[in-house]
């Protein structure tokens, strides 16, 4: 089985790079495309050696059994037209990883001007990945079309390889890249905030970056392993007058729950 990724930006370089070391694909039968030599040379550096890497998107498509468009959403259509008269819908899986690009305009860009407009229809994916699938831990929400049981089985199989992959209805997509892409971001000023609160209580950045990224990776341990609500991990650690519930509550009057809530509906 064969991949190709079209646009080995940050995005498509960090999906290359985490299936190369998965169990799913060898080196050699992943593909990567970059517009520029530039570019190519860029992500040469990081990549696996057996990965095969090109300018040349039409070739690399004609032979993927998988072939993931990860370019920015306006160049979506522009690599479809390129691409398009070499593409088998009966054979071929097309993923979109491009933020915003819908299933009925992904189907308008690869049927127009086809002779498939009255015949098969393209198996589509959209998949929205956060950051952190650079390190094999991204959250990855997964929406399909036209697609079998067993094809959804194999996009989810991938992505789960790179973090952990939910299969989603396409209307909450906004939504899934608010909490999950966005989120990285929000969970990162957090933990900025309380950095910056360690240094004012005494430590030196250094120590109370550390203390407080490891704080959140255990609170993150601690709900995966338990499979337990946020709200019982905290009950765990406020007492009666102690001094964790009198910290929660300043929070809380300043606003703490609602500020995240309208921060995620603004991201939508």
């Known amino acids: 089985m064969k991949i190709a990724i079209i646009g080995a930006g940050s995005i498509g370089a960090a999906i290359a790079r985490g299936l190369s070391k998965g169990t799913l694909f060898k080196p050699t039968d992943i593909t ?3 517009r520029t030599e530039e570019s190519l040379s860029k992500i040469r550096g990081i990549m696996n050696p057996d990965c095969i890497l ?10 993927a059994d998988i072939l993931i468009i990860a370019v920015k959403p306006w160049r979506v259509e522009e690599i479809i037209d390129e691409i398009k008269p070499v593409l088998d819908f009966d054979r071929q899986i097309i993923v979109s990883v491009a933020a915003g690009v819908t299933f009925d305009l992904l189907n308008t860009y690869l049927t127009k001007h086809t002779d ?9 994916f ?8 650079a390190v094999m831990n991204s959250m990855t929400f997964v929406s399909a079309k036209n697609a079998t049981d067993e094809q959804t089985r ?26 999950a892409s966005s989120g990285i971001a929000f969970a990162m000023r957090y933990m900025r905030a ?5 240094v004012e209580l005494g430590f030196y950045p250094r120590e109370a970056q550390e203390i407080v990224v490891h704080t959140v990776k255990g609170a993150v341990e601690l709900l995966l392993a338990n ?5 019982a991990e905290i009950d765990k650690v406020t007492t009666p007058g102690g001094i964790t519930i009198k910290g929660l509550n300043e929070m809380e ?3 703490f729950t609602s500020s995240v809530i309208r921060g995620l509906k603004a991201s939508k």
């Open 253 to 255: 009057l300043s606003g």
């Open 32 to 34: 990567c495309t970059t």
């Open 116 to 124: 498939y407009d009255c015949m098969v229809s393209p198996t589509i």
């Open 126 to 133: 959209r998949v929205m990945p956060n950051t952190a699938i």
């Open 227 to 231: 499979k337990s609500n946020p709200e």
């Open 194 to 198: 309380s950095i910056e609160g360690g």
């Open 154 to 179: 194999l996009i989810l199989d991938i992505f789960n390889e790179l973090g952990n992959a939910m299969l989603i209805e396409e209307r909450l997509m906004a939504a899934g890249t608010a909490l």
């Open 54 to 63: 090109t300018h040349d998107n039409k070739a690399a498509a004609k032979d």
